[in-house]
């Protein structure tokens, strides 16, 4: 069976996990009545599983070892190491999940607030790891609403150094998809679904709501 499929013919830089265990953990996020534990708990299984598809192309080298019976040549990840950048706040969110998959991976983190009137990105912390240019980066927001934030945010990291990148979310609206596909062609974005559209207020509908606000128990 084929759990994954690219959103649109001809992007093949766009991953949609199809997977049903995906579906079903996404459709429990977006139901009102999910409690603030249950969707930090889902968000975490999400980003786990959807992280699986994000590493698929990283790199592999051969190493000896030996298994109690006989040495064997295996294979384990090669050069570049990974780096998670957390875009604040909601980011947080999804980054336990991949820290599961992979514990040693550094973590960067960029604060971004998206200003009410314009819907603009405006940054006010950054802080990455020295070598974060030798790093696989997954650039993590669980909503790829507007698209601002994430274009920001993959703009400062290129200027920072980062040539690697892969956008996760855990949805995504199609004006997100686009925004940040022409600002960074070179981006490749995987994501658990892509929804209708934007509202007047910016946010995916029919989504999941604010997806700070449900992490973190605010409003
Ligand atoms: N950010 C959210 O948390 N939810 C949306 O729908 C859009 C942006």
């Given at each position: 069976?084929?759990?994954?499929?690219?959103?649109?013919?001809?992007?093949?830089?766009?991953?949609?996990?199809?997977?049903?265990?995906?579906?079903?953990?996404?459709?429990?996020?977006?139901?009102?009545?999910?409690?603030?534990?249950a969707?930090?708990?889902l968000?975490?299984?999400?980003?786990?599983?959807?992280?699986?598809?994000?590493?698929?192309?990283?790199?592999?080298?051969?190493?000896?070892i030996e298994?109690?019976?006989?040495?064997?040549?295996a294979?384990?990840?090669?050069?570049?190491?990974?780096?998670?950048?957390?875009?604040?706040?909601?980011g947080n969110?999804?980054?336990?999940?991949?820290?599961?998959?992979?514990?040693?991976?550094?973590?960067?983190h960029v604060?971004?607030?998206?200003?009410?009137?314009?819907?603009?990105?405006?940054?006010?912390?950054?802080?990455?790891?020295?070598?974060?240019g030798?790093?696989?980066?997954?650039?993590?927001?669980?909503?790829?609403?507007?698209?601002?934030?994430?274009?920001?945010a993959?703009?400062?990291?290129?200027?920072?150094?980062?040539?690697?990148?892969?956008f996760?979310?855990?949805?995504?609206?199609?004006?997100?998809?686009?925004?940040?596909?022409?600002?960074?062609?070179?981006?490749?974005?995987?994501?658990?679904?892509?929804?209708?559209?934007?509202?007047?207020?910016?946010?995916?509908?029919?989504?999941?709501g604010?997806?700070?606000?449900?992490?973190?128990?605010?409003?």
């Open positions: 069976m084929n759990m994954t499929e690219p959103a649109a013919p001809h992007d093949e830089d766009v991953i949609v996990v199809n997977h049903p265990l995906v579906q079903h953990k996404l459709t429990l996020m977006r139901e009102r009545d999910t409690s603030t534990g969707f930090r708990h968000a975490r299984e999400l980003s786990l599983l959807i992280g699986y598809e994000a590493m698929r192309d990283l790199p592999l080298e051969p190493v000896e298994t109690p019976l006989e040495p064997m040549q294979r384990r990840l090669a050069g570049k190491k990974l780096c998670l950048i957390s875009i604040l706040r909601a969110g999804i980054l336990d999940g991949l820290l599961d998959l992979v514990p040693s991976a550094r973590i960067g604060g971004l607030y998206r200003d009410p009137e314009t819907l603009e990105p405006v940054e006010y912390y950054l802080k990455l790891p020295d070598d974060v030798n790093r696989i980066c997954l650039v993590v927001d669980p909503m790829l609403a507007t698209g601002h934030s994430a274009v920001a993959i703009d400062r990291l290129k200027q920072a150094g980062c040539t690697r990148m892969v996760v979310c855990l949805l995504a609206s199609p004006e997100g998809v686009a925004c940040l596909r022409k600002a960074h062609p070179d981006v490749r974005i995987v994501t658990c679904a892509i929804d209708r559209g934007l509202d007047e207020h910016g946010y995916i509908r029919p989504g999941l604010d997806a700070g606000d449900r992490l973190f128990g605010t409003k």
